[in-house]
């Protein structure tokens, strides 16, 4: 009698590793063919939808209803090549080599018009201006590699209400002492040059002096400008009602008195030249309005403008990026089925009965789609952002220039934001396991908070900021490009392209509604029958 | 033709997907028209461009993808269990099992919007005067017995139902409901997306007036009507427009593709 042995298969057994699972969530994906040609329409329709916005994007500078749009002129770049407004009255004699100069600076006046242009022909200049100083209007002293718009510099100045600032190539602010000047409590500024230092002082009696703060400006020549200025940026009432925020405003005008200067080091011109350095993108104020007086030591300068980093309703890389909405509504569609068609099918069954340990099932779609999500979405973008550039570019639109970084974040990020929304729609489609209703959830999620908050006339500005915040919408700050400045006053809403949180703060928002829409989607996928 | 519309509002009263659908869409109707009534402020002594019925039916901007759903499962649902099949032998004329789904979503649309909308006039009426935003300060008196508001109210209403049909449509079209919700959503956001990047005066205008939901939401607006690149009713018959092409879309492909 022989006893049998049971079968057994001379066949290895096959792995069951995490490695396995991608490939058969991969080859699920690929296969069908649904899916593959989703993702391609979702590339194409990004850089067509960027293409076409870049080919019919005309700028909006239009003088009279009826006639054409003019190109925008692009702004000076200061020297970090960010755009600048460089336009002040400059009252400067070159400074040859190391040297300092100090001043006492007694007033601080200004004029305003709160709409259009002012002066009438053969009148002053500045008949129908209402007398009143603006917040971030400045006189005071500066150092500047050259006249030429954009150069570097740094200034010490009395502002209208944010005390004395010390200032440098065009995007730093330093606070000093706080209040406003006046001939009761006059204050003391102080530049100093050593080498490529420019240092800045403050003093209330100019005896004691405090170190404001220093500069580097890097290639500044032996032979600078030095001197007096005086600048006001123009008059703004941002709106924050409905209609989006708007800015609107006429030119003002600064005075500062300076009754005492003294100067240190070698000042080969004997007397003082004024200047009025005007930008191309400054409010009108005309030029006879701005200038200089001298009586024995005291200097009264008058000017107009701001040099500041230009804001302010710009386009940027963004624009070329419209399409990723309609990418967006692809890919989540995808993400949304590649789950719920599983379930449609039955196929999920046998997918967990292949692997029964569920939440790696649930990892590895995740990791596919995000992974083929990504792919597709950093071709789009490495596309489509030069293209649209060069269209836009042609068409009269400059954008702003961009850092290599910064054109990593919106190329990356604009691929993690695809990749995540895709991600969300799967753990979404898992807990719901409805396309229909899992689809508009994400899509109403994330595409509708945006198109509610940036296009205007919808929401008040606190609630546009509000829904940037807190919904999957806030993702969309990682193709942001725009900084806000607290030294320049202008609206920072979503509708002009400012969004309420840094880029990467952003997407952590998104990425934390995804988490909890997986983590949502694991409970149940563990604890509901398939 | 009564027993075909009978058999659809059987199939649509038992389930309770649709049912509990068309509540959310009234509660998030309602509920995001007094977010924006209460969030609307306006600087005390300036007269602010605030249009008070729009503002008060910013909801019909979520409640519209509500109604899409319940509009697309309608069709797609069928399609998704083989039910589809016994449906078209139980009526093997297409155009009438389409034409009943239509008259059944619709009207169950307009029943559902008409209850949103008053929800939404009445709370934006009661948030808006907290912000002293009435016809005492110069605004439109948000009543129904104004005629505009009355227009906008009615108007919304129109436009969910059209929303539905236009969802409808599509869905018989394409069939899958991930893909027919997918494109309904394009259709109705990608518009107002692509004409606030598109800057060219002429296309923007173009864009604007063949969008189904900006054109279609003209309905809303009870004030500086002329700066509107249609009038009201012109926009909701952009809308019916799209709604109609999709419906005869759907219908084609239900008459020559088999089920």
């Given at each position: 009698?022989?006893?049998?042995?049971?079968?057994?298969?001379?066949?290895?057994?096959?792995?069951?590793?995490?490695?396995?699972?991608?490939?058969?969530e991969?080859?699920k994906f690929?296969?069908v063919?649904g899916w593959?040609?989703g993702?391609?329409?979702?590339?194409?329709?990004?850089?067509?939808?960027?293409?076409?916005?870049?080919?019919?994007?005309?700028?909006?500078?239009?003088?009279?209803?009826?006639?054409?749009?003019?190109?925008?002129?692009?702004?000076?770049?200061?020297?970090?090549?960010?755009?600048?407004?460089?336009?002040?009255?400059?009252?400067?004699?070159?400074?040859?080599?190391?040297?300092?100069?100090?001043?006492?600076?007694?007033?601080?006046?200004?004029?305003?018009?709160?709409?259009?242009?002012?002066?009438?022909?053969?009148?002053?200049?500045?008949?129908?201006?209402?007398?009143?100083?603006?917040?971030?209007?400045?006189?005071?002293?500066?150092?500047?590699?050259?006249?030429?718009?954009?150069?570097?510099?740094?200034?010490?100045?009395?502002?209208?209400?944010?005390?004395?600032?010390?200032?440098?190539?065009?995007?730093?602010?330093?606070?000093?002492?706080?209040?406003?000047?006046?001939?009761?409590?006059?204050?003391?500024?102080?530049?100093?040059?050593?080498?490529?230092?420019?240092?800045?002082?403050?003093?209330?009696?100019?005896?004691?002096?405090?170190?404001?703060?220093?500069?580097?400006?890097?290639?500044?020549?032996?032979?600078?400008?030095?001197?007096?200025?005086?600048?006001?940026?123009?008059?703004?009432?941002?709106?924050?009602?409905?209609?989006?925020?708007?800015?609107?405003?006429?030119?003002?005008?600064?005075?500062?008195?300076?009754?005492?200067?003294?100067?240190?080091?070698?000042?080969?011109?004997?007397?003082?030249?004024?200047?009025?350095?005007?930008?191309?993108?400054?409010?009108?104020?005309?030029?006879?309005?701005?200038?200089?007086?001298?009586?024995?030591?005291?200097?009264?300068?008058?000017?107009?403008?701001?040099?500041?980093?230009?804001?302010?309703?710009?386009?940027?890389?963004?624009?070329?990026?419209?399409?990723?909405?309609?990418?967006?509504?692809?890919v989540v569609v995808i993400g949304v089925m590649f789950i719920t068609a599983e379930y449609?099918?039955?196929?999920?069954?046998?997918?967990?009965?292949?692997?029964?340990?569920?939440?790696?099932?649930l990892?590895?779609k995740a990791?596919v789609l995000a992974?083929v999500t990504?792919?597709?979405?950093?071709?789009?973008?490495?596309?489509?952002?030069?293209?649209?550039?060069?269209?836009?570019?042609?068409?009269?639109?400059?954008?702003?220039?961009?850092?290599?970084?910064?054109?990593?974040?919106?190329?990356?990020?604009?691929?993690?934001?695809?990749?995540?929304?895709a991600v969300?729609g799967l753990a979404?489609g898992m807990?719901?396991?409805?396309s229909?209703?899992a689809?508009?959830?994400?899509?109403?999620?994330?595409?509708?908070?945006?198109?509610?908050?940036?296009?205007?006339?919808?929401?008040?500005?606190?609630?546009?900021?509000?829904?940037?915040?807190?919904?999957?919408?806030?993702?969309?700050?990682?193709?942001?490009?725009?900084?806000?400045?607290?030294?320049?006053?202008?609206?920072?809403?979503?509708?002009?392209?400012?969004?309420?949180?840094?880029?990467?703060?952003?997407?952590?928002?998104?990425?934390?509604?995804?988490?909890?829409?997986?983590?949502?989607?694991?409970?149940?996928?563990?604890?509901?029958?398939? | 033709?009564?027993?075909?519309?009978?058999?659809?509002?059987?199939?649509?009263?038992?389930?309770?997907?649709?049912?509990?659908?068309?509540?959310?869409?009234?509660?998030?109707?309602?509920?995001?028209?007094?977010?924006?009534?209460?969030?609307?402020?306006?600087?005390?002594?300036?007269?602010?461009?605030?249009?008070?019925?729009?503002?008060?039916?910013?909801?019909?901007?979520?409640?519209?993808?509500?109604?899409?759903?319940?509009?697309?499962?309608?069709?797609?649902?069928?399609?998704?269990?083989?039910?589809?099949?016994?449906?078209?032998?139980?009526?093997?004329?297409?155009?009438?099992?389409?034409?009943?789904?239509?008259?059944?979503?619709?009207?169950?649309?307009?029943?559902?919007?008409?209850?949103?909308?008053?929800?939404?006039?009445?709370?934006?009426?009661?948030?808006?005067?907290?912000?002293?935003?009435?016809?005492?300060?110069?605004?439109?008196?948000?009543?129904?017995?104004?005629?505009?508001?009355?227009?906008?109210?009615?108007?919304?209403?129109?436009?969910?139902?059209?929303?539905?049909?236009?969802?409808?449509?599509?869905?018989?079209?394409?069939?899958?409901?991930a893909?027919?919700?997918?494109?309904?959503?394009?259709?109705?956001?990608?518009?107002?997306?692509?004409?606030?990047?598109?800057?060219?005066?002429?296309?923007?205008?173009?864009?604007?007036?063949?969008?189904?939901?900006?054109?279609?939401?003209?309905?809303?607006?009870?004030?500086?009507?002329?700066?509107?690149?249609?009038?009201?009713?012109?926009?909701?018959?952009?809308?019916?427009?799209?709604?109609?092409?999709?419906?005869?879309?759907?219908?084609?492909?239900?008459?020559?593709?088999?089920?």
């Amino acid at each position: 009698m022989t006893m049998l042995a049971p079968y057994r298969s001379e066949l290895r057994t096959g792995r069951d590793g995490f490695a396995q699972l991608l490939r058969a969530e991969w080859t699920k994906f690929r296969t069908v063919r649904g899916w593959v040609i989703g993702m391609i329409v979702a590339l194409l329709v990004i850089v067509g939808i960027g293409a076409l916005t870049g080919a019919n994007s005309e700028c909006g500078i239009q003088l009279t209803p009826t006639s054409p749009s003019l190109a925008c002129p692009a702004p000076p770049t200061g020297p970090g090549g960010e755009w600048v407004t460089d336009s002040f009255y400059f009252v400067r004699q070159p400074l040859a080599g190391n040297g300092s100069i100090a001043v006492r600076v007694t007033s601080l006046t200004g004029l305003y018009s709160t709409h259009g242009v002012v002066g009438s022909a053969g009148g002053s200049p500045t008949a129908g201006m209402t007398p009143g100083v603006q917040p971030w209007s400045k006189a005071g002293i500066i150092i500047k590699a050259s006249t030429r718009q954009g150069a570097a510099y740094a200034a010490m100045m009395v502002t209208g209400s944010h005390g004395v600032r010390m200032q440098w190539d065009f995007t730093h602010d330093v606070a000093g002492q706080a209040g406003m000047v006046s001939a009761a409590s006059p204050r003391w500024l102080r530049l100093s040059r050593v080498g490529d230092m420019i240092t800045g002082y403050d003093s209330a009696d100019g005896a004691h002096w405090t170190r404001v703060g220093a500069a580097r400006l890097s290639g500044l020549p032996s032979t600078a400008q030095a001197g007096l200025f005086a600048a006001s940026p123009g008059y703004s009432v941002n709106t924050t009602s409905l209609g989006g925020g708007s800015s609107k405003g006429g030119p003002t005008l600064a005075t500062g008195t300076f009754d005492q200067v003294s100067r240190r080091g070698a000042w080969p011109a004997a007397r003082w030249t004024g200047q009025d350095l005007q930008g191309t993108m400054d409010p009108a104020l005309s030029a006879s309005a701005q200038g200089f007086t001298q009586a024995g030591s005291r200097l009264t300068v008058s000017g107009s403008g701001d040099i500041a980093p230009a804001t302010g309703d710009v386009d940027t890389i963004k624009k070329t990026l419209a399409g990723t909405f309609a990418g967006l509504i692809a890919v989540v569609v995808i993400g949304v089925m590649f789950i719920t068609a599983e379930y449609r099918r039955g196929l999920i069954r046998t997918t967990l009965a292949a692997s029964p340990r569920r939440g790696r099932v649930l990892a590895a779609k995740a990791v596919v789609l995000a992974a083929v999500t990504f792919a597709a979405g950093l071709v789009a973008a490495v596309i489509v952002i030069p293209v649209g550039e060069r269209l836009l570019h042609e068409n009269g639109n400059p954008i702003p220039p961009v850092t290599a970084f910064t054109w990593l974040q919106v190329v990356a990020g604009t691929a993690a934001l695809l990749a995540v929304s895709a991600v969300l729609g799967l753990a979404v489609g898992m807990v719901l396991r409805r396309s229909a209703g899992a689809v508009t959830a994400v899509i109403a999620g994330i595409v509708l908070p945006y198109l509610l908050a940036t296009v205007p006339g919808i929401l008040p500005v606190g609630a546009e900021q509000w829904l940037l915040r807190v919904t999957p919408a806030a993702g969309f700050a990682v193709q942001g490009t725009l900084t806000q400045y607290p030294q320049v006053n202008t609206v920072y809403t979503p509708g002009t392209g400012y969004f309420p949180l840094a880029p990467w703060a952003g997407f952590a928002v998104l990425c934390a509604w995804a988490a909890v829409a997986l983590a949502l989607a694991l409970f149940l996928l563990r604890r509901r029958d398939a | 033709m009564s027993d075909v519309v009978h058999a659809e509002w059987t199939k649509l009263r038992t389930l309770p997907g649709p049912g509990w659908l068309l509540l959310a869409a009234v509660a998030l109707t309602a509920a995001v028209g007094a977010a924006a009534a209460n969030a609307v402020t306006c600087p005390p002594g300036s007269i602010c461009p605030i249009d008070p019925a729009k503002v008060s039916l910013t909801g019909i901007d979520l409640g519209q993808a509500i109604v899409a759903i319940v509009a697309v499962t309608v069709i797609s649902g069928e399609y998704s269990t083989g039910m589809i099949r016994l449906t078209l032998t139980a009526t093997p004329s297409r155009w009438r099992v389409l034409t009943a789904k239509g008259a059944v979503v619709g009207a169950a649309t307009l029943v559902t919007g008409a209850v949103a909308v008053l929800a939404s006039v009445l709370a934006g009426g009661l948030l808006l005067a907290r912000h002293e935003l009435t016809a005492a300060h110069g605004y439109e008196a948000l009543s129904l017995a104004n005629g505009t508001v009355l227009r906008a109210a009615a108007g919304s209403v129109l436009y969910l139902a059209l929303i539905a049909l236009l969802s409808l449509g599509v869905a018989a079209a394409v069939r899958d409901s991930a893909v027919a919700i997918g494109v309904v959503l394009a259709l109705l956001f990608l518009f107002p997306i692509l004409s606030s990047v598109i800057t060219s005066p002429g296309l923007h205008r173009h864009l604007e007036q063949l969008s189904p939901m900006t054109a279609g939401l003209y309905i809303q607006a009870t004030t500086n009507l002329r700066s509107l690149p249609l009038t009201p009713w012109q926009g909701l018959g952009v809308l019916a427009a799209w709604a109609a092409g999709a419906m005869l879309a759907g219908a084609l492909v239900l008459r020559f593709r088999d089920a």
